[in-house]
């Protein structure tokens, strides 16, 4: 069982930064692949970001590849999003979440945090 606990969102202006952090309860969150999803009322819930168990390798959506960057600190049990140049088009609640091999699938993911609001004005 893996728990996971996303830090507060925000509201911030275009061409801002905030960086996200999901903390995973457990002693096996190094075996997880994790990833961050993002999702708008009315829309289903969209791949932004995967990293690798070693987090040696990570994905991106096309349309935040060069701005968001996906990391994690496994001896903290904590993966990050850091997001650059944030647009308004970027305003959703973002979920990580924690499946057992590389996905871009929600479907595959197994445990999910409660989610946390960003907002970009423009």
């Known amino acids: 069982q893996v728990q996971l606990v996303e830090s507060r969102g925000g509201l911030v202006q275009a061409g801002g930064s905030l960086r996200l952090s999901c903390a995973a309860s457990?002693?096996?969150?190094?075996?997880?692949?994790m990833g961050w999803f993002r999702q708008v009322p009315g829309k289903e819930r969209e791949f932004v970001a995967g990293?690798?168990?070693?987090?040696?390798?990570?994905y991106y959506a096309d349309s935040v590849k060069g701005r968001f960057t996906i990391s994690r600190d496994n001896a903290k049990n904590t993966v990050y999003l850091q997001m650059n140049s944030l647009k308004p088009e970027d305003t959703a609640v973002y979920y990580c979440?924690?499946?057992?091999?590389?996905?871009?699938?929600?479907?595959?993911?197994?445990?999910w945090g409660q989610g946390t609001q960003v907002a970009v004005s423009s």
């Open positions: 457990g002693r096996t969150f190094s075996t997880y692949y």
């Open positions: 990293i690798t168990r070693s987090g040696g390798r990570t």
């Open positions: 979440a924690a499946a057992p091999v590389r996905s871009e699938l929600d479907r595959e993911y197994d445990y």
